[in-house]
């Protein structure tokens, strides 16, 4: 089975860069055909797909985000992260990493997902 844990700090001050990183364990982050994907959940929002990395390193971006938005990867580690900079309180929200065979770029369900991290709460706050 599939393991995916997202880490990084929890408070991040407006203006400044958010950084996440998803551990994957039980599957390669180059095993074929596989994607790997940043999605957030605001209060009272749904789900917003924010971007995926796939097996070969393409990068796909939410047209909203793709200005402040970078995602890499580090396959020594079986990593890949997520930096959003210039936050403001609106990106205030539960941030996942999923993963999917295919690339989904609306992320109206969890069920679209093969597997989730356990999300993590990021508050932007001065």
């Known amino acids: 089975q599939v393991q995916l844990q997202e880490s990084g700090p929890g408070l991040v001050k407006p203006s400044q860069t958010l950084s996440l990183t998803c551990t994957v364990s039980?599957?390669?982050?180059?095993?074929?055909?596989?994607?790997w994907s940043w999605i957030r959940q605001a209060p009272g929002k749904g789900l917003e797909w924010m971007g995926a990395?796939?097996?070969?390193?393409?990068?796909y971006y939410s047209p909203s985000l793709k200005s402040r938005t970078s995602i890499s990867r580090d396959t020594s580690k079986n990593q890949f992260t997520l930096q959003l900079s210039s936050v403001t309180p609106e990106d205030t929200a539960v941030y996942y990493c999923?993963?999917?065979?295919?690339?989904?770029?609306?992320?109206?369900?969890?069920?679209?997902?093969?597997?989730w991290g356990q999300g993590t709460q990021v508050t932007v706050s001065s």
């Open positions: 990395i796939d097996y070969s390193g393409s990068i």
């Open positions: 039980g599957e390669s982050i180059t095993t074929n055909y596989y994607y």
């Open positions: 999923a993963t999917s065979k295919g690339l989904i770029t609306v992320a109206t369900t969890k069920n679209l997902y093969d597997y």
